[in-house]
């Protein structure tokens, strides 16, 4: 069945679009901060994934056609942490990093088996309740300093770690 939601593609085209071109990407690392706004937490998903593995994820997901890339930042936020995260989107949506997904292993940090995908990533704080939705189990905050620790960093699929020590070492948590 064809999804009728304008921007989505059906999933035989989506293969095929997958097979043929890169897919573009947003992701989130949601961040509590304090008043001087210094990052004193940092959100990771706990997901299952088809293979029935556990996982912690970075919020993500594609941007659609005809979507600004602002729109799905906070589609995939909401989809995500819920309706009442209360997320801060920067006023420039300029990311922090771009990520460049392969199907093939090796090229960059990051794999994606499924296609050729690029990520723009953005720091996003989150200053209200946050209820994962969708296929998250739940949302476990971190200090950054957990988050950066070698536990962590292996149960992130993907090369998903690796923009979250960008995300750590952009606003200063790592030294």
Known sequence: MTETTPGWLSP???ESARAHMPILYVEAVPVRVDDSGEVTS???????????????TLVSGRVLHHERVRDALLRHLEKDLGPVALPRVPPSLQPFTVAEYFPTLGITP????????VALAYIVPVSG???????ALDLVWFSPQEAASAMVQSEMPGGQGVVLKQALAHVGCLS
């Open 129 to 135: 309740d946050c209820r994962p939705r969708q296929d």
């Open 42 to 56: 940092v959100g990771l998903l706990l997901r299952i994934g088809p293979d029935g593995t556990v996982s912690r």
């Open 12 to 14: 035989d085209d989506l």
């Open 110 to 117: 990051f794999h994606d088996p499924r296609q050729h995908a």
